[in-house]
């Protein structure tokens, strides 16, 4: 097996030269963390750090090397040796330096996105075990019988280079194999160049992008699946990738003490974390999908937002209102049904039904108003289900949504090939919406079985700006921390005059935003969501 740490070129140049000088990577990383909305999501809250969860982190090696250079050296990350476990080919250790592996600057960089205490996103996790990528891949994830590593989340900064089509597949089907069987998400780089690669490519893990730099991009060689799921800032895969696995892990951990209600089990099952993941996450300028195609090919569901995800998490679990089956390939119209599902944001984990003859929806209905009048919402709403183990297809299921009132078709998502579907709807009028979850039935290779576990995560909002004079040239500016993502933008005049970014300070309070203007210049403001 051949890893390469994508594809880095000159690349390996800038690495080690932060290796160098490694409080000035550090200090770029403690900046991300309020990009992707780890700084307000800890100003809000109190120790979401990961505590209580294990994770994983896989590490290829350039070329053979005895022994094997993959390990993280713990004194750099803050965190105590006995945290960290290595496993080789050679053996495995639970001290360092140890005789399995050699120290890695490469290792030590993930590491000090992942979980480090300076600059990490999961500063207090339980336990890591550091692995070598080969051995990972062929004694642990594709290995008969396999053997639980009791780790919730791994992360793999590495791809697998000169990949056949039917290599990538049989690689795929052992990742999701091993993570539906035993609930672990896995976290894997896309590479920097070209198509997406395996182990990016797996139907049940996340694959990961950059955001403001160029990685490789979708679809899948195989089939045309949108990979990858989501993007993060850092300047290359390698370094995106555990942004997103220390997001998954604050957000297992906040599952699993109830910040999402009293089912932890299901407020932290890899499903779950994913689609929160991918729902909280912000669209950048030119993200775009289709009726067939979930998630942009470069950005995925969007760049990484921990706090957007957090709080479609503490929005609750909320059931469908109702379920109804339709003869298969039937149209599938609002049921009329009076109830409605009690919040605009949250989540939920259930299955779907179908069978041989019918398909199966269920049916959330969402009464979408605002105090204001003229008021216009945006809604994004994430589907996730797992390839099931030992399958070589997955089941059909798509998202619609529909105007309740009217029965007219607003939006969907109805991907035949992906295993996640994906609704980002903007300018949505207030009204009765019926969300819907509809899971295909008939006997072709996409009915896998009647029943499929799902996951998913929605949100409606709009934005509310208020401004309040506080004398002839200072006025205070308020909207809600949530959902995050928004600059303030200003300008003297309009029409005729181009906004600018605002460079007032915001200070949170009271699930406010609050910034102190000037208007002496600038007479006119907005938000504005990149």
Known sequence: MVFDLHRWSSGVLVAFVCIAIRPICTTAWAADLNVIGVNLLRTVTTNLNGSGVRVAQAEGVVATNLPPVFEVNPAPTGLPASLFTYFSADGSSSTYPNSVGSNSWHADLVAGVYYDVSSGVATNVAHIDNYEADYFYSSIVASLPPHNINDKVVNQSFIFTGQTVAQQQSMDSAYDNYSGRYNILFVSGAGNVGTVSAPATSYNGIGVGVYGAPSSIGPTRDNGRAKPDITAPEGYTSFSTPQVAGAAAVLVQAGLRGDGGSSTAAAADMRTVKALLLNGAIKPPGWTNGVFSPLDATYGAGNLNLFNSYKQLTG????????????????????????????????????????????????????????????????????????????????????????????????????????????????????????????????????????????????????????????????????????????????????????????????????????????LNNRFFRLRRP
């Open 316 to 519: 609750g679990s909320h059931s469908y209102v109702v379920s109804n089956s339709v003869p298969a390939g039937n149209p599938h119209p609002p049921t009329g049904a009076s109830g409605s599902v009690s919040t605009l944001s949250g989540w939920d984990m259930n299955t779907a039904a179908s069978t041989a003859l019918s398909d199966g929806v269920n049916h959330y209905y969402f009464n979408v108003t605002s105090s204001i009048p003229d008021a216009v919402f945006t809604a994004t709403v994430t589907l996730v289900w797992n390839r099931q183990q030992s399958m070589l297809n997955i089941n059909d299921l798509d998202l619609f949504l529909y105007n309740a009132n009217s029965g007219g078709l607003v939006d969907s998502s109805t991907s035949p090939v992906d295993n996640v579907e994906h609704l980002f709807v903007t300018s949505l009028p207030q009204g009765r919406y019926d969300l819907q979850v509809l899971k295909h039935g008939g006997t072709g290779s996409q009915f896998v079985s009647p029943n499929e576990t799902y996951s998913l995560s929605f949100e409606f909002f709009s934005m509310a700006l208020e401004i309040s004079p506080s004398d002839p040239d200072i006025a205070v500016i308020t909207w809600p921390i949530y959902p995050a993502g928004f600059v303030l933008e200003s300008t003297p005049d309009l029409p005729a005059v181009p906004w600018s970014v605002d460079p007032s300070v915001s200070i949170v309070t009271n699930g406010m935003n609050h910034v102190t203007v000037s208007t």
